[in-house]
């Protein structure tokens, strides 16, 4: 980042019209509420019509079944969300100066960065919302739980008086760390309780942090397809 960014703990609290791109990207969260109840209604509803034995019965594998429906699901999520990043940025940075706020710059390889990060999360998102929904076989079960493991830590590191060591783990060992893709200032330090994500500062790197994400998704999909071949539909 620019020098700029080094001076952007004390500007954000000292100037109120002052945001990053992440604050344009604030419909992330709802977007991610929307792709957890699409990913786990994608599988709970055949398991409620019991259409669920119709489909694994024209399969030789179960496991390609929930693999295919990951791969169709993850595919289109990131493209609507690759395209809603795409076009909220530039019209979200245009309301920001009509209306005097100042965005902090990033360059191009940032916002690039930004809209694939924020298209993987929610693909990512979604996937684990279908595995979950595989393992649950419950839509309000896999939805609850998928809420509580990505949202429920992004509203508690955007509390303001959260202690910043517990807003540290969070951003460290939950899903949540996922929303470190929209980073765009310098990179994290622990000064004077600054740089929290609440102040848009993560401790783990962009896509280091979608890679926690990524982790859990991987492993939720990994014991669902065990269960799925092991249990009966």
């Known amino acids: 980042m620019t020098g700029a960014g080094d001076i952007a703990p004390a500007i954000r609290e000292t100037l109120p019209t002052g945001g990053t791109l992440r604050d344009i990207l604030t419909g992330t969260f709802a977007a991610l509420i929307a792709v957890i109840v699409v990913g786990a209604l994608f599988i709970t509803t055949e398991y409620g019509t019991k259409m669920i034995r119709i489909t694994l019965a024209a399969s030789p594998g179960r496991s390609r079944v929930l693999v295919a429906k990951a791969i169709v699901l993850g595919g289109v999520t990131f493209v609507a969300g690759l395209a809603g990043a795409i076009l909220a940025t530039p019209l979200g940075e245009r309301l920001a100066r009509d209306n005097g706020v100042y965005i902090f710059p ?3 390889a940032t916002e690039l ?3 694939l990060g924020t298209a993987a999360l929610l693909a990512t998102a979604s996937v684990l919302a279908l595995s979950v929904g595989a393992v649950l076989r ?4 896999a939805v609850t739980a998928v809420v509580v493991a990505i949202v429920l830590p992004y509203i508690l590191m955007a509390i303001p008086f959260m202690p910043a060591s517990v807003a540290d783990w969070l951003a460290r060992v939950t899903p949540g760390a996922a929303f470190a893709v929209q980073q765009t200032l310098v990179e ?4 004077a309780g600054h740089y929290t994500p609440y102040n ?8 280091a942090g979608f890679a926690v994400l990524a982790a859990y998704a991987v492993v939720s999909l990994a014991v669902a397809a065990a269960l799925l071949r092991r249990r009966d539909a």
Do not use: C, D, I
């Not at 419950?138 to 079960?141: L, N, R, T, Y």
């Not at 994290?188 to 000064?191: L, N, P, S, W």
């Open 138 to 141: 419950h839509s309000a079960a």
């Open 200 to 207: 848009g500062y993560y401790p783990l790197a962009p896509w």
């Open 106 to 108: 990033v360059s191009s």
């Open 188 to 191: 994290y330090e622990q000064v």
């Open 113 to 115: 960065r930004v809209a």
